[in-house]
């Protein structure tokens, strides 16, 4: 059984250009989280997805980001005309559906990929 | 909102000794889960040991063990016997109890084991 997987590993895009980042959740998973890790600090969460819809995207940049997860293929997170602050390693985690209904209190692991590292020169 | 913090940046240890990571929490909620997470040179985030709120024990996995103090939101991580391979970032995390909801990790302590 696959872990989660994210390409591609390294990203390099110069100011300006689109980047693609893409997350593959774990076989069964339908829930996927994203985080930023800026160099020297820990990981900050930007969006939370379940297919075909955004739950929460209260960590994501007003402008230049965005996030999608649909019904089939992976969760991409894309940034638009990239900036030399956007330089950072982006990981994804996912997890399965609860069983017992949304809300509801049930321990669910959440599984991280190997992150995508993203250089803007 | 909650907060993590570690006010370590950096901490050392001789191999096979013990060393001792801090975490202090923020939360107004009454349970929750905590976590540490260790992230090597390769930068995959690996679980070392999570601590449900609502349990008064604390949780132990091997060398690992935490001291969870509830009243002083205060969650540290024990590595007893350390190896080489435990040299890392390492990452105290909090998380509220409900389904789906998403990390809020420390900024996080690097750890060197000298041999």
């Known amino acids: 059984n696959a872990g989660v997987m994210q390409n591609p590993r390294h990203l390099v895009r110069r100011r300006g250009q689109e980047a693609r980042l893409r997350c593959s959740p774990m076989?069964?998973?339908?829930?996927v989280y994203w985080y930023r890790q800026l160099p020297e600090e820990g990981l900050k969460f930007m969006v939370y997805l379940q297919k075909e819809n955004i739950i929460d995207e209260s960590g994501m940049p007003k402008e230049r980001f965005s996030a999608e997860f649909p019904k089939e293929g992976p969760s991409i997170l894309r940034i638009q005309q990239v900036v030399r602050g956007d330089s950072a390693a982006y990981f994804c985690?996912?997890?399965?559906?609860?069983?017992?209904?949304?809300?509801?209190?049930?321990?669910?692991?959440?599984?991280f990929g190997p992150g995508t590292r993203l250089t803007v020169l | 909102a909650q907060t993590v913090t570690q006010s370590q940046p950096e901490m050392s240890v001789q191999e096979a000794e013990t060393v001792t990571l801090s975490c202090t929490y923020d939360t107004s909620e009454s349970d929750y889960y905590l976590f540490w997470y260790k992230q090597p040179p390769s930068r995959q985030m690996i679980l070392v040991i999570r601590?449900?709120?609502?349990?008064?024990q604390n949780a132990t996995e091997n060398r690992f063990s935490v001291n969870f103090q509830k009243a002083a939101k205060s969650f540290s991580l024990k590595i007893s016997d350390s190896q080489l391979g435990d040299a890392a970032m390492y990452f105290c995390a909090y998380r509220r109890l409900a389904y789906g909801q998403n990390f809020v990790f420390g900024p996080g302590t690097r750890l060197s084991v000298l041999p």
């Open positions: 601590q449900e709120a609502y349990k008064q």
């Open positions: 985690a996912s997890s399965p559906s609860n069983p017992l209904g949304q809300g509801a209190t049930l321990y669910n692991e959440q599984f």
């Open positions: 076989k069964g998973h339908s829930h």
